[in-house]
């Protein structure tokens, strides 16, 4: 069998860290030999992520210092944003490959980042080179990149619910709803993500203009006066729900739109439309792809043909991070695609 390629993962402390750490315990092509952190440096990556004893049965974490010094052709940055441009600029000049999964490298134009990030981007010479990290928009430039970006999760969601209607020049308007569960806040959130103040809420956390909408203006190349995108957070731990109601620039015929759909992700192993029956179900739920890479397409028409609701579901530490990132990676090195990935849903979670 060949020997696996050795990967780092940066911030491995945090829900993104662990969710890379567990699919890479189970990839037939990568092995993860350090998992950095700044403040669990010498303790156990069980205790961390008890889920993964015994995957990492005798692994510690380490510092960056250890991390840079191992043999690993690449790290997967799972970083705040800013700090994870520093670091990537770092290992680049180390010769390192880096598949980041922070905000830093997912928009083209550092005046872009400013506008939605509030702050000048720590190294915008590197923007030019760095692949977004959705392999189903951009698998062509994946191959012997030196850095890949992650995806928002919520712009992931977005995209695959809105791209067949993109494509055909079918969106007059759109109004984007994410509903979205606590873990898409980190381990170490802020107050509104401890689960006193957070269960049980209906809390609209941006009505109108997510930052993930950047990656819906430059991925989907939909103006940005077309549509609004807010985020609420549900009684969810992972999952994304996407409900995006679309007003329609001409009216459709309901068996046109599926096949739309099924033709705009058909071929793709991670992307699937919903049964069109029973009704219940064409509405995607996100329980139905939690822990996989799987995104979930669907839609609803109103008679009149002109309204549409697009939908989707993913989970959000998977395919909204850690599972488009090694679905990246794969491509990066020259390994199947789907290595690694193809772990089902787990049902009822
Ligand atoms: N959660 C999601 O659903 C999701 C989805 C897509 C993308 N992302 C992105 O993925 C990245 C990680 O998210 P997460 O949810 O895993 O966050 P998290 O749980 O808070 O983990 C981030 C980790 O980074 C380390 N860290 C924090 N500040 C740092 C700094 N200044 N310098 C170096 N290391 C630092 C921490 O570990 P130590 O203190 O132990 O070093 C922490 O465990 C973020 O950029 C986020 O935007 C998250």
């Known amino acids: 069998m060949a020997e696996k390629i050795p990967v780092t993962v940066w911030g491995a402390t945090g829900f993104i860290g662990g969710e890379l750490m567990r699919v890479i315990a189970g990839h037939p092509g990568m092995e993860a030999v350090g998992a950095i952190s700044r403040s669990s440096a010498g303790t156990a990556v069980g205790a961390a992520h008890?889920?993964?004893?015994?995957?990492?049965?005798?692994?510690?974490?380490?510092?960056?210092?250890?991390?840079?010094?191992?043999?690993?052709?690449?790290?997967?940055?799972?970083?705040?944003?800013?700090?994870?441009?520093?670091?990537?600029?770092?290992?680049?000049?180390?010769?390192?490959?880096?598949?980041?999964?922070?905000?830093?490298?997912?928009?083209?134009?550092?005046?872009?980042?400013?506008?939605?990030?509030?702050?000048?981007?720590?190294?915008?010479?590197?923007?030019?080179?760095?692949?977004?990290?959705?392999?189903?928009?951009?698998?062509?430039?994946?191959?012997?990149?030196?850095?890949?970006?992650?995806?928002?999760?919520?712009?992931?969601?977005?995209?695959?619910?809105?791209?067949?209607?993109?494509?055909?020049?079918?969106?007059e308007e759109a109004r984007i709803e994410c509903r979205v569960g606590s873990s898409e806040g980190g381990a170490h959130g802020d107050e509104g993500s401890s689960h006193p103040l957070r269960s049980r809420t209906l809390r609209v956390v941006s009505p109108f203009v997510h930052r993930h909408a950047a990656e819906l203006i430059q991925e989907l190349g939909l103006p940005g006066e077309k549509f609004t995108m807010g985020v609420t957070a549900v009684e969810l731990v992972r999952g994304i729900q996407c409900l995006a109601h679309v007003t329609l620039t001409r009216a459709v015929k309901e068996v046109d739109l599926w096949k739309l759909y099924r033709a705009a992700w058909s071929g793709e192993a991670f992307v699937s439309a919903t049964p069109a029956k029973p009704a219940h179900l064409r509405i995607p739920d996100p329980r139905f792809v939690m822990g996989s890479n799987r995104v979930l397409v669907g839609f609803a028409l109103a008679e009149d043909g002109r309204r549409a609701i697009a939908a989707s579901a993913l989970d959000n530490l998977m395919k909204g991070a850690a599972g488009s990132a090694v679905q990246s990676a794969n491509i990066m090195l020259g390994l199947d695609e789907t290595s690694g990935l193809d772990m089902m849903p787990v049902y009822p979670a």
């Not at 043999?71 to 940055?77: C, G, R, T």
């Not at 944003?81 to 830093?104: E, T, Y």
């Not at 030019?128 to 994946?142: I, Q, S, T």
């Open 50 to 171: 008890p889920h993964l004893r015994h995957a990492y049965r005798d692994m510690t974490f380490i510092s960056a210092d250890q991390g840079e010094a191992l043999d690993s052709p690449l790290a997967f940055l799972a970083l705040p944003h800013r700090a994870s441009a520093a670091m990537a600029k770092r290992l680049l000049g180390l010769g390192r490959r880096v598949v980041d999964l922070s905000a830093d490298f997912r928009l083209r134009s550092a005046e872009e980042y400013l506008k939605w990030y509030g702050v000048e981007h720590p190294c915008p010479e590197l923007l030019g080179e760095a692949v977004y990290g959705l392999p189903e928009l951009h698998r062509g430039e994946m191959t012997g990149a030196r850095l890949i970006s992650g995806v928002g999760c919520n712009a992931t969601s977005a995209i695959c619910a809105l791209r067949p209607l993109v494509k055909e020049g079918l969106i």
